[in-house]
């Protein structure tokens, strides 16, 4: 080893592209499988939740509004990124979580692949889930698929990097933004993911990522108003059922996947708009 | 004034044989209920019968029934002969029209102009519609041999009896699902004769039961446990209240909702198809829909001229007899529903918006609220933010198209939105920024089966109609 200090990185919030402490002040230990002090991660409050929620409101008329092509492009440019962080994103599972250098390697690469895959389908859900309609009469009538508007993530704890990563392509590739929880034990290769993020031409406030405790914060995602679907999976009894009572009171769409990639993860946080028009001359 | 007088032209009542009182239809027959209440004609609060108020046990007999029929004939069947069944539905629902029609707007008192050419063909046209997927699921995008979700609970609205019974059982029984369905407390006239149809197209036993009732019928119907997915049409309190009961379960449910959809004319919009677009938008089925355009919203320099239109065309609408073949307007459905709208209506007179109604006689039996317009409404009276469900129009102004788009989406619903204009990019701009599930465009309130509709927000989850509805009663996975 050499004699030469290491810098160690602050891990801190990701709110409207910067990167804040929790306004609340609090952080919680990050440990290693042996209880090493890893790192001080900031433990979020439900304030910095509403500030997440403003800033992925404001970055919504944005990021749906760009075309397709771009949206495409944005997340592909974002494995691009992803692609340079390997080896810092290996080093943060294996650290923490304790799996082998091999296994920590296997979930990075499945990481981007996925990723990729869902960036490629920005420019072609309205050709599978949009229709036009042979009404019966004089009318041209057709369906689109649009963004849901503001989604909520509560990050699987079973691996820190792909269940997020899982979970937030399909919902950003069709021109939502979200406010994501990262896996709470293990939040850092989150927050690198942030930074991989914020270095990809991705608009401000269309992802932002918390960490913090599960139980505290879930049940606000769950009422927040202005919060328009929630992915969930993994969140179990009696938790699941506390979030979708709390989340009927503005009829959020809340879901919860097995970790299988498909379009109808991205459409499951869309809505179908119809459109009518009379035909004459 | 009219320019005509009109004799009166009334729909003869004979074709429909009424009974003095209804079972539920369960498992192929009907059975007695426990108790009874009355079903009213809303235009003379006349009783036309006696119906059968579901109690917990006939939900579990209906439900038990469904199961039975789901497992051992239903799920088994091929989808082609599921098909055929439909197709049977589908005809005998046209050769029997007019007898639903002159039902249908006997027990929900709207015109027999609306029951005869809108409810019940596109009835017939759902199932018609619905028959020919039974058979091509696997090309409805969710992959090979998708699977139902078993037994559906569907619970449905006064304001189109038969027709929102057809948006739920068609599609249902297209995908191989059986039903218990719940007709509106005061329009189960129609259901019950439809149990009629079921026999005649000799459906087996139990794949379709209908039990009759109120509100407690219906969160029996939710609550059991041997339900696999809830459809429902309603009012958006009730889709919440919903949404909570299954919160813990595995149940599955598509929501139609609520709505106060904005109806926008821009000042290049075709002035005389707008006025008639306005008037069908609120007016149709005395505003007793999800969907009417309740809320206009007039580009400032356009709205006085619009707005004296509008007045003239709405001293033409003939309110009355529903059974006549002339009336436009027919009777509220119920006395509860009157309450409301003239609750609402107060609220608008009490927060300073300004009534209107074209002179006109309401019969002195029965339930009748006048076409009525208010104006110099403001975003923050009541009746530019609540349901009124009635014939009762609110106007408010804009100046940008941007102040359009805002005022348009600044509610909690989200279900449909009206546009007239002639310029085609302003169209599709707006339609692009509107948040709202249907978007009609130099037309409204129209419906076909294989046009999906359904609610962005608080409207509702999901969509009925088209291979997006279809969806909805198959299992995403596997």
Redesign the interface.
Known sequence: MNERLEVNKTYKLFIGGAFPRSESGRTYEINNQSGDFIANACLASRKDLRDAVVASRNAQPKWSSATAYNRGQILYRIAEMLEGRKDQLIQEITHIDGVSQSAAQDEVIKTIDRWVWYAGWSDKLSSIAGSTNPVSGPFYNFTIPEPLGVVGVIAPESSALLGLIEALAPIIVSGNTVVALANSHNPLPAITFAEVLATSDLPAGVVNVLTGKKQELAPWFASHMDIDGLDVSEIEEPLLADIKVAGAENLKRIRTFSDEASPQRILAFMEAKTIWHPIGV | MSIFEYAPAPESRAIVTIKPSYGHFINGGFVEGLSVFPTLNPATEETLSQISLGSIADVDRAVAAARVAYESAWSKMSGRERGKYLFRVARILQERAREFAVLESLDNGKPIRESRDVDIPLAA?HFFYHAGWADKLDYA??GNSPKPHGVTGQIIPWNFPLLMLAWKIAPALATGNTVVLKPAETTSLTALLFAEVCQQADLPHGVVNIVTGDGTTGSALVDHPGIDKIAFTGS?QV??EI??A???TTKKAT?E?GGKAANIVFDDAPIDETVEGIVNGIFFNQGHVCCAGSRLLLQENISEEILSKLKVRMAQIRVGDPLDKNTDLGAINSSAQLDKIRELSSAGDAEGAERWSPPCDLPSRGFWFAPTIFTGVTQAHRIAREEIFGPVLSVLTFRTPQEAIEKANNT?YGLSAGIWSEKGSR?LWA??QLK????????FN?F?P?????G???S??G?EG???GLTAYLK??G
């Open positions: 046209a995008g969710l958006t889709g919440k949404a909570r299954i919160a813990s929501l909702l909690p169209i339609a692009q709202a599930g249907v978007i009609w465009a130099n037309t129209k076909d294989a046009s999906p509709f359904g962005y927000k608080e509702g989850w969509r088209g291979r997006h995403s996975e």
